[in-house]
C-alpha cells in the first residue's frame, strides 16, 4: 500500500503540531512501517482514510496506537549515571540538613527506567544520610501510553539490569514462574521503589502543562532532540516554570540548550539550576498582583496560572 509525499506530509504536519516530532522525509518508510498494521486492523484501503481517522480528533485510543508507534523508547537504567550521582549528592546534602520533602518529575519516561533510577537513587541517599523517612514523590510521565504501562507493572528483563551494580540489582527481584522476550527470566522492581512512584500521560507541547507547580528536581532527557528549536524553547519555559527557584533540570547530555535557559545557570555539564533571586521575584510579584484580580477567575489564564501560589502535589 503505497503511502504518498503528500499524505506523508500530512502525517508530519500532524505530529509537528500535536506532539512535537519532526518526520522529515527521510523517514517515510519508518513511518509506512510502524502504522500499516494499524491501517489493516481497521480494513482501510489508503493512508488518508487512516489520517482522516487520527485527525478528527475523536478515536482517542487509535491516536494514542499512531504516537505509541511514532515515539522512540529506548532508555536504560541509569542511563548517563553522571545525572544520578549528581542527584545522589543534592539528596543526601539535603537530607542531612532535615530537609525531607523532594517533588521529582521524570518528564518523558518511556518505559519507567529512569523513574526507578531516581527512586533507587532516593533510597541509596536516604542510607547515606541516615534517614529513615522522607517525604518525595517522583511523577513520571510520557506521551506514549504503552511505554507508560510497561514502566507501571515494573517488570524488566534479566539483561536490562544484568550491569547494575549488586547493590542495584538488589532493587528487583526474581518473579518465579516468568519469562520474557527469548524465555528470559524477568525481575520486578521492589515494592518500596514502586511506592515512591506515580506515571501519567502528559504531552509536553500541551500548555498549561498539566503537572504540580514547585517542583524541586526536573529530568528531561533525549526528547529535545525529536523537536525543532522553537519547540524546544516552548518546552524548556514551560518546563523551567514548573521548577521551583533553586531546582534542578536535567537534560540529555547530548542536547543542547544553551541560550535557551535564561533563568538557570549551569551547574555541572547538562545539570541546570534555576536562579535563587527569582524566588524573591517571583513572590514580590503574587504579593503585588490585586486580590481582587486575582479572585476574579483570572488564575486560569495563562498568563497567571503559573504565577498564582498553589499547593505542589
Ligand atoms: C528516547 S526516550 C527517552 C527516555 C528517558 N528520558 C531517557 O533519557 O532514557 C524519549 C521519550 O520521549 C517521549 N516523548 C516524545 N515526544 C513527547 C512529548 N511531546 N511529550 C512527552 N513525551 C514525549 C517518547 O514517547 C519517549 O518515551
Not at 94 to 122: D, N
Not at 179 to 190: A, I
Not at 268 to 274: F, H, N, W
Amino acid at each position: 500500500m503505497p503511502l504518498s509525499d503528500a499524505t506523508f506530509e500530512k502525517f508530519a504536519q500532524l505530529l509537528l503540531d500535536k506532539v512535537g516530532i519532526v518526520l522529515p522525509p527521510s523517514r517515510k518508510r519508518m513511518l509506512v512501517n510502524r502504522i500499516i498494521s494499524r491501517v489493516r486492523a481497521h480494513g482501510m484501503r489508503s493512508f488518508d482514510q487512516y489520517y482522516d481517522l487520527v485527525a478528527n480528533g475523536n478515536d482517542f485510543y487509535e491516536w494514542q496506537k499512531l504516537i505509541d508507534r511514532v515515539t522512540t523508547h529506548y532508555t536504560s537504567f541509569f542511563r548517563e549515571n553522571n545525572h544520578f550521582l549528581h542527584l545522589r549528592s543534592l539528596l543526601v546534602n539535603r537530607f542531612k540538613k532535615g530537609i525531607l520533602r523532594a517533588r521529582i518529575w521524570s518528564s518523558a519516561c518511556s518505559t519507567g527506567e529512569e523513574v526507578y533510577s531516581i527512586a533507587i537513587t532516593v533510597l541509596e541517599a536516604m542510607k547515606e544520610a541516615n534517614v529513615r523517612y522522607v517525604d518525595v514523590r517522583i511523577l513520571g510521565t510520557d506521551v506514549a501510553l504503552e511505554p507508560l504501562q510497561v514502566a507501571d507493572r515494573g517488570f524488566y528483563s534479566e539483561a536490562s539490569i544484568n550491569d547494575l551494580s549488586p547493590d542495584l540489582r538488589a532493587y528487583f527481584e526474581l518473579i518465579p514462574g516468568t519469562s520474557g522476550l527469548n524465555d528470559e527470566r524477568l525481575f520486578r522492581v521492589q515494592s518500596r521503589v514502586r511506592e515512591l512512584v506515580i506515571f501519567r500521560l502528559v504531552n509536553l507541547c500541551e500548555h498549561p502543562l498539566t503537572v504540580p507547580n514547585e517542583i524541586d528536581v526536573i529530568f528531561c532527557r533525549n526528547v529535545l532532540l525529536y523537536f525543532n528549536k522553537e519547540r524546544q524553547l516552548q518546552i524548556l519555559t514551560a518546563i523551567g516554570q514548573k521548577l521551583i527557584a533553586g531546582g534542578t533540570l536535567y537534560v540529555g547530555t547530548s542536547e543542547h540548550v544553551r541560550g535557551m535557559l535564561p533563568e538557570m545557570i549551569c551547574s555541572a555539564p547538562s545539570v541546570y539550576s534555576k536562579k535563587e533571586f527569582l524566588n524573591q521575584q517571583h513572590n514580590d510579584y503574587v504579593k503585588y498582583v490585586p486580590r481582587v484580580f486575582l479572585d476574579a477567575g483570572e488564575l486560569n489564564s495563562p498568563g497567571l496560572s503559573t504565577l498564582s501560589p498553589r499547593t505542589p502535589g
